[in-house]
T-cell receptor
């Protein structure tokens, strides 16, 4: 079975450019999460969706960040304009929300973003 | 407030020995799940093991076992017969709502 798929795996861009990260969750999962990981701040939850609906975006750093989930099999995280401090590994994860608590989250391989 | 605490920033263990990574959690909910993830230097987050709050037996997955002590609110990961490939960051996490809360991680180094 295919796991969570993220693209691109690596992205190098210049400050001010738009960056779009993509995620395909595991088929059948109804929850999707975007995380950011840096040495300084560790693993941070940016936003998550249940049944394609954004539930909590309080972790999104600022208005430069936006996320969408147009259908159950695709999500994007966009940074516009990008800044050097956005350099990090961005993970997408998916799981099943049972209505009681989250079942196991499975992570994608991550996108390593470097903003010059 | 829900919280996960991993008090060991780093641990060392000799190959073939067992090691315990500590994790305590704080929640007032009765229904929750506990998880451990491994993050090797290559960066991916790998799910290792899960324990439900109502599970009476400790979870086991191969060389991994979860020492679940509900009254103490602890969910320690035990790795038996450590291997060099076990060197990685290990994260404990809890779910009692529709998201996971992660600890800060423990870096495990296995030496020959």
């Amino acid at each position: 079975d295919a796991g969570v798929i993220q693209s691109p795996r690596h992205e190098v861009t210049e400050m001010g450019q738009e960056v779009t990260l993509r995620c395909k969750p595991i088929s059948g999962h109804n929850s999707l999460f975007w995380y950011r990981q840096t040495m300084m701040r560790g693993l941070e939850l940016l936003i998550y969706f249940n049944n394609n609906v954004p539930i909590d975006d309080s972790g999104m750093p600022e208005d430069r960040f936006s996320a969408k989930m147009p259908n159950a099999s695709f999500s994007t995280l966009k940074i516009q304009p990008s800044e050097p401090r956005d350099s990090a590994v961005y993970f997408c994860a998916s799981s099943t929300w049972t209505g009681r608590y989250q079942e196991t989250q499975y992570f994608g391989p991550g996108t390593r973003l470097l903003v010059l | 407030a829900q919280k996960i605490t991993q008090t060991q920033p780093g641990m060392f263990v000799q190959e073939k020995e067992a090691v315990t990574l500590d994790c305590t959690y704080d929640t007032s909910d009765q229904s929750y799940g506990l998880f451990w993830y491994k993050q090797p230097s290559s960066g991916e987050m790998i799910f290792l093991i899960y324990q439900g709050s109502y599970d009476e037996q400790n979870a086991t997955e191969g060389r991994y076992s979860l020492n679940f002590q509900k009254a103490r609110k602890s969910a320690n990961l035990v790795i038996s017969a450590s291997q060099l490939g076990d060197s990685a960051m290990y994260f404990c996490a809890m779910s009692n709502t529709d998201k996971l809360i992660f600890g800060t991680g423990t870096r495990l180094q296995v030496f020959p």
